[in-house]
């Protein structure tokens, strides 16, 4: 079972998706993962959107940390199912003080991100099944490119056999860390591709 590793709910335990569909984050690739965006300064009152969400582990640990927004996305039932049950931990169940802005939504990634009107994207999650082509993923990264934040990170989670993602321009990767069959790549919007 996922839980909560640092901030304003930490130690919260997180309903598991009932599937063997998902591949959750670990403990350890989260708790460097987060410290890394920490230093990046990724989190304090960021409009987080998390794709291929599962359980929602890595936008549920943003907004413990500071993040002030999580658009939860997912097209399996059962993660959507998790994600709302899971969402009551930082809505309704949550002390005022604590309470979220959160949005739980079944879509794929890339009819989401095609018809998404909020506000830039400053954090993003990519977690997406390993089975997921590079054409596919290249197709969601491009489509993403239109909605983020001139300062926006975004976090690629993949397969450590997989290598590096192909980027669309517009977009480059400025770190990668591998941990065991896993690896992260951060990537970044390029100066070209800010508004002037």
């Keep these: 079972m996922a839980r909560i590793i640092a901030g304003t709910h930490k130690g919260r335990r997180l309903v598991a998706v009932p599937t063997d569909a998902t591949r959750p984050t670990s403990d350890r690739v989260k708790e460097s993962l987060f410290s890394r965006l920490e230093g990046y300064d990724a989190l304090r009152d960021a409009v987080v959107v998390d794709l291929y969400a599962g359980s929602g582990a890595l936008g549920f640990e943003s907004l413990s940390r500071g993040a002030r927004s999580l658009e939860a996305v997912d097209k399996a039932e059962a993660a959507v199912r998790t994600l709302r049950r ?78 590096a993602p192909s980027l669309p321009e517009g977009l480059e990767i400025f770190s990668e860390k591998s941990y065991g069959s896993t690896q992260i790549f951060m990537v970044e919007p390029t100066e070209a591709a800010l508004p002037h």
């Design 86 to 163: 899971n969402a009551e931990f930082f809505g309704a169940e949550a002390p005022p003080a604590l309470r979220r802005e959160i949005t739980v939504h079944k879509a794929d990634a890339l009819r989401y991100l095609g018809s998404r009107s909020g506000p830039p994207i400053e954090l993003l999650f990519l977690d997406p099944p390993y089975s997921l082509g590079d054409a596919e993923l290249f197709k969601v990264l491009s489509a993403a490119r239109e909605q983020l934040h001139q300062a926006a990170t975004v976090v690629i989670e993949r397969d450590a056999g997989s290598g």
